[in-house]
């Protein structure tokens, strides 16, 4: 058993937490989730009790009903930012999410979750940026710096179109130039993979997205 009064989260002690999975067991609510987020992720931060938690996420996770998506996903943001000691640690229960979380998004999920589905698919995978930094696709464009001069470069993906443009770029301005997108079939690695669970799933807005996020811009679009 977990003496949840030795481990700490965001707002101090953690021995109120059994209090608020009980909770959440009997009444699933958007606000309790997010007042479990707000304990155990704090703005991106996590606790020693967040790692605590990850097994009663999995298990939350592998129970049918609008709980599962909720639990992936917190537990998804819990290990993005572990390091390879507290992954060895917990390993079995990330395993566990694992295998969850890649059943999941071979389903028709919620689309408005989907992307963030992923996500925490490749955090539990250990893959690097992608378990972070995929929640631009759900929002439909990226601001980066071009790493050769600094600059500014927005980049759409979705509704708006699939272009990229260089210095502040407002809705409504015109295009910027297209952006080229991968073949499915030359996709390897992590992209591979993305693409392939979200084709599965019917998720075909997110699967041309993914094309066009590992594809490239068009020649001569450089800032």
Request: charged share 25%; hydrophobic share 40%; net charge negative.
């Amino acid at each position: 058993m977990t003496d949840w009064s030795r481990l700490k989260h965001a707002y101090g002690s953690a021995q109120d937490l059994p209090v608020l999975f009980g909770r959440l067991e009997t009444e699933p609510t958007k606000d309790l989730w997010n007042d479990l987020w707000s304990r155990l992720c704090h703005q991106g931060s996590t606790y020693s009790a967040s790692f605590a938690a990850l097994t009663w996420l999995s298990d939350a996770a592998g129970h049918r009903g609008r709980s599962r998506d909720d639990a992936l996903l917190l537990a998804g943001a819990i290990v993005a930012g572990a390091d390879e000691e507290t992954r060895a640690r917990h390993a079995d229960e990330i395993e566990a999410l694992r295998l969850l979380a890649h059943q999941r998004v071979r389903e028709q999920a919620d689309p408005e979750v989907y992307v963030y589905l992923l996500q925490s698919a490749m955090a539990f995978e250990g893959v690097p940026v992608w378990s972070e930094c995929l929640e631009g696709l759900a929002d439909e464009e990226y601001e980066l710096a071009c790493p050769e001069c600094d600059m500014g470069v927005f980049i759409a993906i979705g509704e708006a179109g699939y272009f990229s443009a260089v210095g502040d770029y407002e809705p409504g301005d015109p295009p910027g130039t297209p952006l080229r997108p991968a073949l499915p079939e030359n996709l390897e690695g992590p992209a591979r993979q993305l693409h392939d669970a979200a084709f599965e799933a019917g998720a075909e807005r997110v699967a041309v997205g993914l094309t066009h996020l590992f594809g490239q811009p068009a020649e001569g679009d450089r800032p």
